[in-house]
């Protein structure tokens, strides 16, 4: 174990936990090899939630529902989640955790691909979350720009790519360079857009956080 990952373990081991339903649902995708957000990213997701108060947040991949439960549980009962699915499969699941969560009343799923249910939103969020294909993320950017309300937040989740980030287009496997090349260019666009205020965090696998200024 390197030294990071101890330092990851004991700031994971701080973290006061979640529901009980949380917890079951977070062990099934783990042993379904399911990816969910990281101890890391809940805990820094959960800060946010009680910072910002958000009232209406947009999540840009469902899976499983686990995040967008996770934020139905950390925000206010006045809250409205939407969150975005294509993967057949794991609609169905997602659907079912919902309903099982009790929070169906705060969450909306939108069966479909993010690249076309985006341009049929209309502006309003105060938080978007980014969590869905890779190769995707500055499609999503340029449509959460046009979505946020001013003081809002975009974040955006495993954006390092497990270190390869890093490295040099050549020595990224082959099949992902083009994910390798668009995360590339969306932190380029979201660390230097105009009328923000952003950040990148190591936590996790990768957090980039962008404000949109409250006179923008």
Do not use: W
Request: with cysteine.
């Amino acid at each position: 174990m390197t030294g990071n990952e101890r330092l990851t373990g004991y700031l994971n081991s701080l973290y006061p936990g979640n529901s009980d339903f949380l917890e079951q649902l977070e062990k099934r995708c783990i042993a379904d090899r399911i990816p969910i957000i990281r101890k890391e990213t809940q805990s820094f997701l959960r800060f946010i939630l009680s910072l910002k108060d958000p009232r209406n947040i947009l999540e840009i991949g469902a899976a499983t529902g686990f995040s967008s439960i996770f934020m139905a549980e950390y925000s206010s009962e006045e809250t409205r989640i939407t969150t975005i699915e294509n993967y057949e499969k794991r609609i169905a699941v997602a659907r079912s955790n919902i309903e099982s969560s009790g929070y169906s009343d705060k969450i909306r799923l939108i069966e479909g691909n993010a690249e076309d249910v985006l341009p049929t939103l209309e502006p309003g969020y105060d938080l978007i979350f980014i969590d869905a294909a890779k190769a995707q993320y500055p499609v999503y950017l340029k449509e959460a720009k046009r979505l946020l309300l001013p003081g809002g937040l975009i974040i955006a989740d495993n954006c390092l790519q497990e270190g390869d980030i890093l490295e040099s287009r050549y020595a990224v496997e082959r099949r992902d360079r083009t994910i390798h090349k668009r995360m590339r260019e969306f932190l380029r666009e979201i660390t230097s857009m105009e009328g923000y205020t952003s950040t990148l965090l190591s936590a996790g696998d990768g957090i980039a956080i962008a404000c949109k200024n409250e006179k923008t």
